[in-house]
Antibody, heavy 117, light 110 residues
Framework: EVHLVESGGGLVQPGGSLRLSCAAS????????MNWVRQAPGKGLEWLSY????????YYADSVKGRFTISRDNAKGSLYLQMNNLSAEDTALYYCATDGGSYFSSWGQGTQVTVSS | QSVLTQPPSVSAAPGQKVTISCSGSSSNIGNNYVSWYQQLPGTAPKVLIYENNKRPSGIPDRLSGSKSGTSATLGITGLQTGDEADYYC???????????FGGGTKLTVL
């Protein structure tokens, strides 16, 4: 069974940085592309970034391009999101999700990021 | 404002049928697969439909998906109170080189 556990969220000041992690288990991690998706309080879902299994292909949403960096360690079965220059608009619940080819096949429970002074 | 347009809310009585629409353009729905997600209160989203009309294992056949041109539709028959949730459509947008979501539709089972 696919199991995804996000961590690394917390309270950070505007302009600060945070690194999120997603620990994957129950499947061959290196064979799957992965995504980060977030949800601001009371708002809808927003896709942020995609990384292929071999790390050769990466995409970012315009809203985070240049500030966020997605990466993965296949040996550790882990996905990461380095977030820099954070603002209040980045306050959200951050999910990692497996990529089923054209859809998000499994989701973690999310980690909360709050940007506030 | 979302790239994909969904009605903010829909409602129907238990046992009835409801449809949720998702409207886009040729750069997204018109040329890419659509998926649908259910988000129950306080939980992570779950895929209901992928590749326009396919159901993952465990998703009942009272849920269906269709696509025509630049629009897609999620159908739910035999509504149950447990279906009360937010529903989102999603697809790849070739112009943006990224995934786009609809704004979400809140389903109320009266």
């Amino acid at each position: 069974e696919v199991h995804l556990v996000e961590s690394g969220g917390g309270l950070v000041q505007p302009g600060g940085s945070l690194r999120l992690s997603c620990a994957a288990s129950g499947f061959t991690f290196s064979s799957y592309s992965m995504n980060w998706v977030r949800q601001a309080p009371g708002k809808g879902l927003e896709w942020l970034s995609y990384i292929s299994g071999g790390r050769s292909t990466i995409y970012y949403a315009d809203s985070v391009k240049g500030r966020f960096t997605i990466s993965r360690d296949n040996a550790k079965g882990s996905l990461y999101l380095q977030m820099n220059n954070l603002s209040a608009e980045d306050t959200a619940l951050y999910y990692c999700a497996t990529d089923g080819g054209s859809y998000f096949s499994s989701w973690g429970q999310g980690t909360q990021v709050t940007v506030s002074s | 404002q979302s790239v994909l347009t969904q009605p903010p809310s829909v409602s129907a009585a238990p046992g009835q049928k409801v449809t949720i629409s998702c409207s886009g353009s040729s750069s997204n729905i018109g040329n890419n697969y659509v998926s649908w997600y259910q988000q129950l209160p306080g939980t992570a989203p779950k895929v209901l439909i992928y590749e326009n009309n396919k159901r993952p294992s465990g998703i009942p056949d009272r849920l269906s998906g269709s696509k025509s041109g630049t629009s897609a539709t999620l159908g739910i028959t035999g509504l149950q109170t447990g279906d009360e949730a937010d529903y989102y459509c999603a697809t790849w947008d070739s112009s943006l080189s990224g995934v786009v979501f609809g704004g979400g539709t809140k389903l109320t089972v009266l």
